[in-house]
Structures are given as C-alpha cells and as structure tokens.
C-alpha cells in the first residue's frame, strides 16, 4: 500500500509568482485535505476535496485554489505569492466510508519559500 | 470559534521515565473529537491517539495515554517509558463532529527532547 506523497519536496519562488503543488492520496482514499504550517506554528486547514469537489474550507484567501483528479490527487494553487505564504504545506488523505471520523494520513509536505 | 492552547513549548524527559504534555481547548459544541499528532524532524505528521468526546473512559495505546477532562476542557498526553524515538513535535488537535472530514484545529505545538 503506498502512502501520501508529495511534490516537490522544496520549492523557491518570488512574491507575485504562481505555485502548484501535487499529492497522491494513499490507496482507496478519495478525500484530500491540505494544510499551511508556518514556522514554529500548527497546520491551518486550508480546504478538503471530496470526489473532485471543494467539499470544506478554511480562512485562506481566494488566490488558495484547488483541485481533485478523478483517480483522487489533488493540487494546490497559490496565485500572487506572499511573503507570509512561506511555509509547509501538508496534504492529507481519508477515506470517507461512512458518518464518523476517518483518520487522515499526512505526507512529508513541501516546503515553500517565498521571495 | 474554537481553540487549541498548549502551554508547554518545550519539554525534555529521560529516556525510560514518563513525561506529560498539556493541552486545553475552547468549544461551546458537546461532540467533538481530540487528538495527538507527533511530527518528527521527517515532517510526516503521525496520529498518536485519539479521544471521542463522548466517551467518558480515556483512551489509550500501548506506551500513550490521555487524561480528557471534558468540564474543564483539558487534554493532557501521558508518554510512559519515553524511547529516544519519542523525541518530536507532538500536536493537540480538536475537530467538530460531523461536518468536513479534514478541518483538523491544531495547537502550536510542544517540543519534547529525550535524553538517553
């Protein structure tokens, strides 16, 4: 069974500049969460996606976009980089199977440095 | 809105001995769900335990174990015969019931050192 992966693992851009970031959700998951961890700080949820659609989101601006592949994957969109947007960047996957809580299970995150 | 607190920035325990990590949240809702996550240096957060807020029996596995005390909104961690693989980042988290599968709150975390 694979678990969740992430590219790439680090990633240097310039403020105004645009970033996609990837995950592949573990095996039989078909929902994906991502979230911000800014130093020193715990993760903010940023917004889930559930069979393709936005299903949940966090206090991110618009210019935090998203979206899910029919086999699950998901990316990550940040237009007009910020400064303040430098930070990991988790991804996290569960299986929605029924009304109870399904655990997450989180990749190695990317590390983004804004400019 | 809900909150996550975790007093202790920094803890160190020697190996073989237990150490505790304090954590207390803020909700007005009755079911919930609490959490501890351990990140280590290789950032893969990793689910230590976890606590319906309707069970009134602690949760425990294996070395880990919490004291939820539910009036007084506390969610402590207790590491017993701490390993030098304990040493991480170890997260308090708190989710509504229902509602999205993923919006985890988390705390800023306490760094726990393990001294051989």
């Known amino acids: 069974e694979t678990g969740v992966t992430q590219s790439p693992t680090h990633l240097i851009k310039t403020r105004g500049q645009q970033v996609t970031l990837r995950c592949s959700s573990q095996s039989g998951h078909n929902t994906v969460s991502w979230y911000q961890q800014a130093l020193g700080q715990g993760p903010q949820f940023i917004f889930q996606?559930?069979?393709?659609?936005?299903?949940g989101r966090g206090n991110f601006p618009p210019r935090f976009s998203g979206l899910q592949f029919p086999n699950y994957s998901s990316e990550l969109n940040v237009n007009a980089l910020e400064l303040d947007d430098s930070a990991l960047y988790l991804c996290?996957?569960?299986?929605?199977?029924?009304?109870?809580?399904?655990?997450?299970?989180f990749g190695p995150g990317t590390r983004l440095t804004v400019l | 809105a809900q909150t996550v607190t975790q007093s202790q920035p920094e803890m160190s325990v020697q190996e073989a001995e237990t150490v505790t990590l304090s954590c207390t949240y803020d909700?007005?809702?009755?079911?919930?769900?609490l959490f501890w996550y351990k990140q280590p240096p290789s950032r893969q957060m990793i689910l230590v335990i976890r606590?319906?807020?309707?069970?009134?029996q602690n949760a425990t596995e294996n070395r880990f174990s919490v004291n939820f005390q539910k009036a007084a909104k506390s969610f402590s961690l207790k590491i017993s015969d701490s390993q030098l693989g304990d040493a991480a980042m170890y997260f308090c988290a708190y989710k509504n019931y229902g509602g999205s599968q993923g919006n985890l709150i988390f705390g800023k975390g306490t760094k726990l050192s393990v001294k051989p």
């Open positions: 996290a996957s569960s299986s929605r199977v029924n009304s109870g809580y399904n655990e997450q299970f």
């Open positions: 606590q319906e807020a309707y069970k009134q």
């Open positions: 996606y559930y069979r393709e659609e936005e299903n």
């Open positions: 909700t007005s809702e009755s079911d919930y769900y």
